[in-house]
């Protein structure tokens, strides 16, 4: 549940992570749509190629990849919406996108013809495994849990990078409807609470401010 996670990075922790993440790895290219884009577990292992526009910097989220490796359309109507990419998103997505390609590659020159080529085409999923198979839910969420204390963040789940983004878009000033629709939540409730936590912990530190003039 989207009310679980409470935590988030802060601008300079969260620019300090996505500094050090390789995009051409599916690993780390997984968190970093995770906290760049807010997606949730299942839309980032439902996520294909054919869902990226990338003359429109635009990303289509309407599916969603299930424990049980089903592909299905996003759960809520408010799920299925379309997301403005940043530059920096855009270039994470044609990084892996370049690097996939060039690894298909290497592996088909070792494959043989019954076990089938890789191909990237756009219903390819965008993180894979090392087969080139769409990855579970519970797959990536491992991956973080093995690869989280690297980063200084153990203990730290993924779900909390989408709190982080939304946490991000808040101080910055984003609206709580904009952070709703951006977010894909049925209710607006998540993104007020959010909003309104960044906007006291604002007004708190201008008071602290003018009251060390007192």
Known sequence: MDTKAKRALTPAQAHKFIDVLNPETDRECAYLLAITMGLRRGEICGLSWGDIDFDRKVADIRHSYDARGNLKATKTKAGTRVLPLSDKTVQILKDHKGAQFKRYARTNQWRKLEEGYIEQTDDSPVITDNCGTRILPTSLSRW?????????????????????????????????????????????QISIDIYTHVNMDSKRQAVDIVSAVF
């Open 144 to 188: 973080w849990t093995e690869d989280r204390a690297k980063y200084g963040l153990d203990g730290w789940c993924l779900h909390e990078f989408r709190h982080t983004y939304l946490t991000l878009l808040a101080i910055q000033g984003a609206h709580p409807k904009v952070m709703q629709e951006l977010a894909g939540h049925y209710s607006s």
